[in-house]
């Protein structure tokens, strides 16, 4: 049965998020459209897919689109293969996204929807326009994470990672991956991710393995590799060094202590005080500057200073232009040992380097009784001491900058420590290189110059972790000899042992360094190891390399984009991808970052079950590039309120076409395509008006697409959709294929509405795959799926004349309407009208008179079109829609005149009556004097509103009783 009106799809929905749906454009006139003879029948709304594979449900038999399908759909499209990359159907060159690894340990976050979204998108698109499209997924090792994890499990066991050999415990990590490690892939798979799962990668993988090997080999022999102790950051908990990237820094409360430290061969008045945040260092102390120009020191400059506790030990006092004299005292402690700027100072003037830490985070035997303690108890036993004998001066509350380790949270201690590094310098210059000579584009631009400065700016990289899960470092050592002096890099142990027979004699004996590479190194060879690299010959990497697309988010760009980057040019002699795509942070409606502590993280599996994937996948798309995103509930609801009008106007468009059965009937409709000129001009008013703008809007979303501008080209859909087509179109339809058994417009209105659908469908399909593909199966005759039909044509016609007229019909409806609202008509209650215009107007607009009496509830039978004014206008509602187009509505159609006097005479009375209480308050000096005045500004601004409506309600009441007095 048809949907009655005013229908589901009125405008006066709640969900409507644009009210700019409209802009003017031109138009011109066209001919009367040929008669057409098709019969409507009563229909099953069954897709032939739908009712033979089950996959599918039509919106004929659910009420709503049913979010439990979504797992049906997706697996449908992946056993056709349509996820794998097509050359048979292709055109142009692939386009290849590399999906950021999520660690295996991990589960589904909404960072992990945001880049899902966006990639999907992008192959999707890229997929309908007929290029081969490859999205290789694959999940990460994520080296201390998934250690940790493992490492919690056994101690619930009873079991230390210690009281295992490492090959023991590394069976263990293997058996956890198998059982939990796929936990993420099948979320992403529930975002409705269009990934090649037959090309899925594990970073341990051998093939990826070997691409490591490979890598720290040839780096190696290049001179780009090299071992030494260095200060790195280390975390005690984990005991490994750590990534400058993997540090946080927190802002926490902590003190300022001031220590004396006495001036050797001075008096007892010859001391400085220095200010330092972690007095345990001080046995590392091998310096205290001061600024040169600090008068306060400088008779001490040259001089040697006694470290406190340490039975004597002298340190000469220096002068340094980087000291801060604003800071503490003025006086600097040199701990290069413990500080990174200290450890710089040190190597610049030659200082020596002491260690006061185990690497568990206790004091070593350079802290005298201090030492096993562990470093925080060894500050508070230090201090006390301190101050017993009169060098502690003075503790103070001061915020720190406290360095915490990513993964474990705990305290990253600086530390000298042997370590594999990468000089970055080389590497750097090519990578800045390709973004200046545009081989290289970033998107949003001005990540450019964040890029450019960590670049310019680049430390070596520290490569070697301390543990015993992930890709171990493949180099061996020769027993008996000095590690950094004499070792071998090979492929294995088998070419290791040959090469150390060959240089050191058959006896040798090797064994293997014990770090692994840090997991940053591996999947920085991400691009290229997934496609078969080193092998030359891979056939994926000769069709898939170099990418085209790195999506991910912005906070990585350093992590994992630069080193890419860098490696690709190194490795493969070319950048691995065109474009670098930087996607935002999602926070909470408030702009708070999501965070267990605040309780405000938001699942997107919970998401999804609630709202559905393509309401979730909507709206985090329409974020601005590199911009965070809040998202609220708010806009999931109104976007799930959009799939559910995509529904009912799926169910309208079934419920008003011919029956599948109709073989002839379905032949003429789907021979309209309107990619003519000739085929859109012959249209009437509306359907040429709906086809133009959704020709202008295939133009302009593929522009956007291509741009990678998705939040525009989605808002641009969404508008068209809600807007022109279903509360404009739909409705101006109904007039066509409501008892229509004799109507000729039948049909072309069928034919309208199903090619406007189908096209709205293809253009929102790569950011809501799930509903739009449903949809398109219930449509009949549909030979191929919508995840691989072809993307519209651009360039397609436009008749803008009609378009500039159909925009006046819109806006005498739109006039007629609020008429109607301002005067309380009955929604339901018809009413008479003169339309006054021009005779070249009123041509086209009487020629669509059933659609205008339909959207502005008027009597048919008594709407008059006329080039002068009628004679009764005193008695009339006048209405000007637009220049030379006007609309007279009688009164005595829209109200009982003297019901509306008597009502407004008492609402007036009433109101006149609430405005002089608030004057009289005002007036009130008593009231003025005590009143806050947010009390008083609030009372002012009632009383304005107050005296704005009764002004307005005398206007309407002097204009009713002018009516009474004429018509008397």
């Not at 080296?143 to 994890?149: D, H, K, P, S």
């Not at 009375?909 to 008083?936: C, H, T």
Request: charged content about 25%.
């Amino acid at each position: 049965m048809a949907l009655t009106s005013p229908s589901i799809l009125s405008s006066r929905s709640i969900y409507r998020l644009n009210p700019f749906m409209f802009s003017p454009q031109c138009h011109r006139s066209r001919l009367i459209p040929p008669r057409w003879n098709l019969r409507r029948h009563s229909r099953k709304l069954f897709s032939a897919l739908a009712s033979e594979t089950e996959v599918f449900t039509s919106p004929g038999i659910a009420k709503t689109f049913d979010f439990a399908s979504e797992e049906r759909i997706y697996n449908w499209w992946e056993s056709q293969g349509y996820f794998k990359p097509s050359f048979d159907r292709g055109k142009g060159d692939p386009f290849v996204v590399s999906m950021p690894p999520p660690n295996v340990t991990g589960s589904l976050h909404m960072g992990h929807a945001m880049f899902v979204t966006l990639e999907d998108i992008m192959v999707r698109y890229f997929r309908m326009k007929g290029r081969p499209a490859l999205w290789v997924p694959g999940t990460d090792h994520a080296g201390i994470a998934t250690q940790l994890v493992v490492e919690k499990m056994l101690a619930k066991e009873g079991v230390k990672r210690t009281d295992l050999s490492r090959e023991e415990f590394a069976k263990r990590v293997w058996e956890w991956k198998e059982k939990y490690g796929g936990t993420i892939t099948k979320q992403i798979k529930r975002l409705g991710a269009s990934c090649d799962w037959s090309r899925e990668h594990f970073t341990l993988d051998e093939q990826l393995s070997r691409a490591v090997v490979e890598a720290f080999i040839r780096l190696h022999e290049k001179g780009l590799i090299y071992q030494g102790s260095y200060l790195v950051n280390w975390s005690p908990t984990l005991q490994t060094a750590v990534s400058d990237l993997e540090v946080e820094y927190s802002e926490e409360p902590g003190y300022l202590y001031h220590i004396k430290y006495r001036v050797a061969g001075g008096t007892r008045n010859d001391f400085m005080t220095i200010a330092t945040t972690r007095p345990e260092t001080l046995f590392a102390d091998t310096a205290i500057a001061v600024h040169p120009e600090d008068k306060r020191y400088s008779k001490y400059v040259g001089r040697l200073a006694i470290v406190p506790m340490t039975f004597g030990r002298h340190i000469p006092i220096i002068a340094d232009k980087h000291v801060d004299r604003e800071f503490g005292t003025g006086v600097l402690k040199i701990s290069p040992g413990h500080d990174h700027n200290d450890y710089h100072i040190a190597r610049k003037l030659g200082l020596p380097i002491l260690n006061v830490m185990n690497k568990d985070g206790t004091l070593n035997d350079n802290a005298g009784i201090y030492s096993d303690m562990d470093r925080f108890e060894a500050r508070k036993k230090l201090w006390a001491d301190l101050e017993e004998t009169g060098l502690g001066v003075k503790k103070e509350p001061h915020t720190l900058r406290v360095p915490r380790s990513q993964r474990g949270g705990e305290v990253i201690e600086p530390l000298v420590s042997k370590q594999w590094f990468v000089t970055m310098e080389p590497l750097a210059e090519k990578a800045l290189s390709v973004v200046e000579k545009g081989q290289l584009t970033i998107l949003p631009e001005r990540f450019e110059k964040i890029y450019n400065h960590w670049l310019t700016n680049i430390k070596d990289w520290c490569i070697s972790r301390q543990l015993w899960w992930g890709h171990r470092i493949p180099v061996w050592y020769i027993e008996g000899k000095d590690c950094e002096e004499h070792y071998i890099v090979a492929r294995d142990e088998q070419e290791a042992l040959e090469k150390a027979k060959e240089k050191y004699g058959k006896s040798v004996e090797i064994y293997q360094d014990p770090d692994v590479l840090d997991t940053w190194f591996s999947s920085s060879l991400w691009p290229f190891s997934t496609l078969g690299w080193p092998d030359l010959s891979s056939e994926d990497l000769q069709k898939f390399y170099p990418t085209t697309m790195l999506e991910t988010g912005h906070d990585i760009l350093f992590f994992w984009v630069a080193r890419m980057v860098m490696m690709g040019l190194e490795l493969t002699g070319t950048v691995p991808f065109s474009y670098v795509y930087l996607h935002g942070l999602i926070r909470d409606a408030q702009g708070r970052k999501m965070s267990k502590t605040l309780g405000n993280v938001i699942d997107p599996l919970d998401t999804i079950k609630d709202y559905g994937t393509d309401a979730l996948r909507f709206t985090i798309s329409l974020g601005t590039a590199g911009q965070d995103l809040n998202l609220s509930m708010e806009r999931l609801s109104a976007n799930k309120a959009f799939t559910n009008k995509l529904w009912n106007a799926g169910k309208f468009i079934l419920q008003n076409v011919p029956d599948k059965s109709d073989a002839s009937a379905w032949e003429l409709l789907l021979t309209n395509k309107f990619d003519t000129e000739a085929s859109l001009v012959n249209l009437p008013l509306p359907e040429c008006w709906v086809v133009s703008e959704l020709h202008q809007l295939i133009d302009s979303v593929t522009a956007n697409y291509d741009k990678f501008f998705f939040n525009e080209a989605g808002r641009e859909i969404y508008d068209f959709f809600w807007g022109e087509f279903a509360d404009w179109y739909i409705e101006a339809s109904k007039t066509r294929l409501y008892h229509s058994e004799a109507n000729p417009m039948t049909p072309i209105a069928q034919a309208v509405l199903l090619y406007v659908f189908e096209n709205i469908l293809k253009l929102l399909h790569p950011f809501m795959p799930f509903v739009t593909e449903e949809l398109w199966q219930a449509l009949p005759y549909r030979n191929q799926a919508l995840i691989v039909s072809t993307w519209p044509s651009t360039l397609l016609p436009r008749d803008m004349i009609s378009v500039k007229r159909f925009q006046n019909l819109q806006a005498l409806i739109r006039a007629i309407r609020n008429a109607r609202a301002e005067h309380s008509v009955e929604p339901a209650k018809r009413i008479s009208a003169s339309i006054v215009a021009g005779s070249d107007v009123i041509c086209y607009i009487s020629s669509e008179k059933e659609v205008l009496a339909s959207l502005s509830r008027l009597d048919v039978e008594h709407v008059q079109f006329t080039e002068s004014a009628p004679g009764d206008i005193s008695q009339s509602v006048h209405i000007v829609a637009s220049e030379g187009l006007e609309a007279y509505l009688p009164l005595a159609d829209m109200v009982d005149v003297s019901s509306e006097i008597q009502r407004l005479t008492k609402r007036l009375s009433k109101m006149q009556s609430e405005y002089d209480a608030l004057v009289a308050r005002l007036n009130a000096p008593s009231f003025i004097e005590k009143a806050p005045a947010e009390v008083v500004r609030g009372v002012r601004e009632k009383a304005s509103e107050a005296e704005e409506k009764i002004s307005l309600t005398k206007n309407r009441l002097e204009f009713l009783q002018s009516t009474v007095s004429v018509a008397k």
